[in-house]
């Protein structure tokens, strides 16, 4: 008798991301001004506030409808940042939900004290498609403040590379129907290894 064989699912909270063994590329968009800059240098300049939140993203497709394929407002210039994986993790492990969960939380005053007190916080929005339509499954947006947005910009980056050339490209390919050869522009993310509990604090079934 046959088996007949089933494509695994992507599980509804996974990281995926463009890793190597050492570093893990994050996006973000900002206005010309100060992402090209960045992109010039490898590094934030120092207009880049490092006392406010800033949200890193590991998926391109959810970084190209947070931005509009770069369309919107002060969000022109896609910046792909590579960033250490010890810097990613330690992220992960100081990090809260961004919203009270009740299977994640005892209550709704333990969830406000470790917010306070955490240095990043953690979202899981619905991942995208080429045509930025909401999927199942969901994508993960990392929040990092206070401690983590200081050693994100000025120890944790490696990298930094202007992506909007190629954030249009694809954008214009699947305005013309080129779905196919849009798929293949894009970064090849992989789940992203996350032993040791790295989740725990941030993933349950309830949230």
């Not at 494509?7 to 992402?35: E, F, M, S």
């Not at 080129?178 to 290894?193: D, F, M, N, V």
Request: with cysteine.
């Amino acid at each position: 008798m046959s088996v007949v064989s089933f494509p695994q699912l992507t599980p509804t909270r996974q990281i995926r991301a463009v890793h190597t063994d050492t570093t893990v590329t994050v996006y973000q968009a900002y206005r010309p001004a100060l992402g090209l800059p960045a992109a010039r240098d490898g590094r934030f300049p120092e207009a880049w506030k490092r006392d406010r939140m800033t949200w890193i993203k590991p998926s391109f497709l959810w970084m190209a409808y947070r931005c509009g394929w770069g369309t919107k407002e002060g969000q022109e210039t896609v910046l792909a940042v590579e960033i250490t994986r010890e810097g990613f993790d330690w992220a992960l492990r100081n990090a809260c939900l961004s919203h009270y969960a009740p299977g994640v939380h005892p209550d709704r005053d333990t969830w406000k004290r470790e917010l306070r007190r955490s240095p990043a916080r953690v979202q899981w929005d619905p991942e995208r498609d080429l045509h930025l339509r909401p999927l199942a499954h969901r994508s993960l947006q990392l929040g990092l403040s206070g401690e983590a947005a200081r050693r994100y910009a000025d120890e944790w980056t490696v990298a930094i590379r202007d992506v909007t050339p190629l954030t249009h490209e694809i954008h214009a390919l699947v305005q013309d129907g080129r779905t196919e050869e849009a798929a293949r522009l894009l970064p090849e993310e992989r789940p992203y290894p996350v032993e040791g509990g790295l989740l725990d604090r941030v993933t349950a079934s309830a949230v």
